[in-house]
């Protein structure tokens, strides 16, 4: 999103219930990656829109963007969210991005990207291992 946030800001949204602010951990049989995946989602109506969406280059392409997205969508659903929407803002370091959200099954209009929050939380299969581990980061 290209969306830069000061500290302050961001704990500000992870107190408000407007916000779901989470992050992801991962682990494989290799070892522990640490802290790779945070989002952030502003409820707008029934709608929940992805202001941040960030990943760790090390853990890109592994599935866990597609898993992490999935449980947000998840999440989403027992709020009573309908849809997950999103902008994408292009630029020269977010190339590798460009097809993330289509490739989600997200469809765009008037510059924004959309997707039922249920049809993604469920297209999505999980990992053998499970759940991506998300939680709120004050």
Not at 90 to 101: E, I
């Given at each position: ?75 989403v659903v027992a709020l009573g969210g309908e849809k997950?929407?999103?902008?994408f803002r292009p630029t020269n370091k977010n190339a ?43």
């Amino acid at each position: 999103t290209t969306l830069r946030l000061t500290l302050e800001q961001v704990q500000a949204m992870s107190k408000s219930p407007d916000h779901l602010v989470r992050a992801a951990t991962v682990r494989d049989k290799f070892g522990e990656y640490g802290l790779t995946c945070v989002a952030i989602l502003e409820c707008q109506n029934k709608n929940w829109h992805l202001v941040a969406f960030l990943l760790s280059c090390r853990v890109l392409g592994r599935g866990v963007e597609s898993r992490f997205l999935a449980d947000l969508a998840s999440e989403v659903v027992a709020l009573g969210g309908e849809k997950i929407t999103a902008a994408f803002r292009p630029t020269n370091k977010n190339a590798v991005a460009a097809d993330f959200l289509p490739r989600h099954g997200f469809t765009e209009s008037g510059g924004i990207w959309s997707r039922p929050a249920a049809e993604l939380a469920n297209s999505l299969e999980a990992p053998a291992t499970g759940r991506v581990g998300a939680s709120a980061r004050d």
